[in-house]
């Protein structure tokens, strides 16, 4: 169900409990939640929308200014502050520094399409300078909350941080060489970081800023 108001559209959520009361709220991603009892009808709560479309526009707008806060404070894209904008469209819309999305459902799915392609380039980049004998690894992208990279050696693949895709390149660049330096020793040993050093110099400065 949408609800039209002042020519834009919003998607309506009914969530029926056993409440007394009908609550209306708008979520991040500027649809309209109502929680109402069982005993409301759509065409019931429809009616109460358009009793309170003057409140429900400022709420919307509220929320609007919440997400621009959220925006500046959180998204990035390697390294660059990413500015997304909340508009009904079908697929993510990418303007200079700016992204249209519909919610953060789209967004989350398009830093994952990003993470997925460009995790790739800087992998067979990093790979290709190896002079070690090491497997082309598979590469596995999630979320983690406590390590930006991991190897696995028994299916030869390397998994990394989906935040990754957020910072700076050289952060990438350098959890990469970690993990792909891992073929070659499987430890954190003397020789291993010489390994690491060897392909990504300035680690030990790249590798303090990750940790703060």
């Known amino acids: 169900m ?8 919003y998607d309506v ?9 009908l609550y209306i709220r708008i979520t991040n991603d500027l649809k309209i939640k109502v929680t109402c009892s069982f005993l409301y009808t759509k065409s019931a709560v429809l009616g109460v929308l358009k009793e309170n479309e003057r409140s429900i526009l400022k709420m919307i707008e509220k929320q609007k200014q919440k997400n621009e806060i959220k925006n500046k404070e959180n998204h990035m894209y390697l390294g660059k502050k990413l500015n997304v904008l909340y508009q009904n469209v079908k697929s993510p819309k990418v303007l200079d520094d700016k992204i249209l999305v519909k919610d953060d459902d789209m967004l989350d799915k398009w ?11 800087y992998l067979d980049e990093a790979y290709f300078v190896f002079d070690e004998d090491i497997p082309y690894p598979k590469i596995k992208v999630r979320s983690m909350k406590t390590r930006w990279g991991v190897c696995n050696k028994r299916d030869n693949s390397v998994t990394l941080n989906l935040d990754l895709i957020k910072k700076d ?31 990504c110099p300035e680690y030990k400065m790249v590798r303090k800023e990750l940790k703060e």
Do not use: C, D, P
């Open 169 to 199: 390149h050289k952060y990438l660049n350098y959890v990469i060489v970690h993990e792909l330096s891992h073929f070659v020793y499987f430890n954190h040993s003397k020789e291993f970081w010489r390994t690491v050093e060897k392909y």
């Open 2 to 9: 949408t609800l039209e108001i002042n020519g834009s559209y």
């Open 111 to 121: 830093y994952k399409k990003q993470a997925k392609e460009v995790f790739k380039i």
């Open 13 to 21: 959520i009914i969530e029926k409990k056993n409440n007394k009361n």
